[in-house]
């Protein structure tokens, strides 16, 4: 069975930092590209991060770019999210996905390429 597990959310304050894993299981993660997701109350579900099967291709949503660094270890069949210097409304639920495409870096961002999504972790950003 396949299954995505995200984990590493919490309540950090404003400036922090954390890194977000996604591991998988019941399959290879090689084999797929993965993107990260967030999720506001009351907002739509957009992309954060996504790589390629391979990791040489990554894209980043402009409200993260410079601060969010997505990486991939297929050894450990886990991919991360190094988020730093997090704000306010970085709040929300994450979630990653997988596909066995790459659709490049336009269109990895969106949440309909994907068809494996975890449950979710959530992150929380206040003072």
């Known amino acids: 069975q396949l299954q995505l597990v995200e984990s590493g959310g919490g309540l950090v304050q404003p400036g922090g930092s954390l890194r977000l894993s996604c591991a998988a299981s019941g399959f290879t993660l090689d084999d797929y590209a993965i993107g990260w997701f967030r999720q506001a109350p009351g907002k739509e579900r957009e992309g954060v991060s996504c790589i390629s099967r391979r990791g040489g291709n990554t894209n980043y949503a402009d409200s993260v770019k410079g601060r969010f660094t997505i990486s991939r270890d297929n050894a450990k069949n886990t991919v991360y999210l190094q988020m730093n210097s997090l704000k306010p409304e970085d709040t929300a639920i994450y979630y990653c996905?997988?596909?066995?495409?790459?659709?490049?870096?336009?269109?990895?961002?969106?949440?309909?390429?994907?068809?494996?999504w975890g449950q979710g972790t959530q992150v929380t950003v206040s003072s």
């Open positions: 996905a997988a596909d066995r495409t790459y659709y490049g870096s336009t269109y990895c961002l969106r949440p309909g390429q994907y068809d494996y």
